[in-house]
């Protein structure tokens, strides 16, 4: 059975850092694409950004919003993906979820909250 | 960033079909867009249904369907359940980077 589990979330300052991270299991997590999606409170899904496998050479994108601020990464020793997230702003607050979301995948972790007030 | 589309609300009967849509501020949606659908109910995370237009998940319910109409990403909901209330999201992938329609509320009435 797949799971994504989340962690890493909490309250946080505006300014200050903060990262997340992601643990996989039941699946071949080396072999895939792998997603972080954010959801502030009430409203919808906001795609953050995605790191590529190996074979892709683990190329990253990032949404314009998260852009020079955010870093994914990866550890395909620890099946573990992780979003460090800088310069934070209030309007970071959401639910952050990992997925694995390429293809015929379509995996989604709980989620973590991150809330950024000061 | 391009701009993701959808109808902000829908309704449908028990026992009906509904589609919801996706558009694109880029122009026509295509199967190069590799649109997604997710179902998302309150407090839940995103449970993934259809990808790569109208490819289903062993755990996608029969009813529904994805396609390609008009210029647009559609799902079909034929023979709605009241569990199938709930948030609908497309998603596009634009040459990598990937964006979010701001999601469908449906409510089954």
């Known amino acids: 059975e797949v799971h994504l589990v989340e962690s890493g979330g909490g309250l946080v300052q505006p300014g200050r850092s903060l990262r997340l991270s992601c643990a996989a299991s039941g699946f071949t997590f080396s072999d895939h694409f792998m997603d972080w999606v954010r959801q502030a409170p009430g409203k919808g899904l906001e795609w953050v950004g995605r790191t590529g496998n190996k074979a892709y050479s683990y190329i990253t994108q990032y949404a314009t919003s998260v852009k020079g601020r955010f870093t994914i990464s990866r550890d395909d020793s620890k099946n573990s993906l992780y979003l460090q997230m800088n310069s934070l702003k209030t309007e970071d607050t959401a639910v952050y979820y990992c997925a694995c979301i390429r293809g015929n995948t379509g995996y989604w972790g709980q989620g973590t909250l991150v809330t950024v007030s000061s | 960033q391009a701009v993701v589309t959808q109808e902000p609300s829908l309704t449908v009967s028990p026992g009906g079909t509904v589609t919801l849509t996706c558009g694109s501020s880029?122009?026509?949606?295509?199967?190069?867009?590799?649109p997604y659908w997710f179902q998302q109910k309150p407090g839940q995370a995103p449970r993934t249904l259809i990808f790569?237009?109208?490819n289903k998940h062993s755990w996608t319910p029969a009813r529904f369907s994805g396609s390609l109409l008009g210029g647009k990403a559609a799902l079909t909901l034929s023979g709605a359940q009241p569990d199938d209330e709930a948030d609908y999201y497309c998603?596009?992938?634009?040459?990598?980077?990937?964006?979010f329609g701001g999601g469908t509320k449906l409510t089954v009435l």
């Open positions: 880029t122009g026509a949606v295509t199967s190069g867009h590799f």
């Open positions: 998603l596009l992938s634009y040459s990598g980077p990937r964006v």
């Open positions: 790569d237009t109208g």
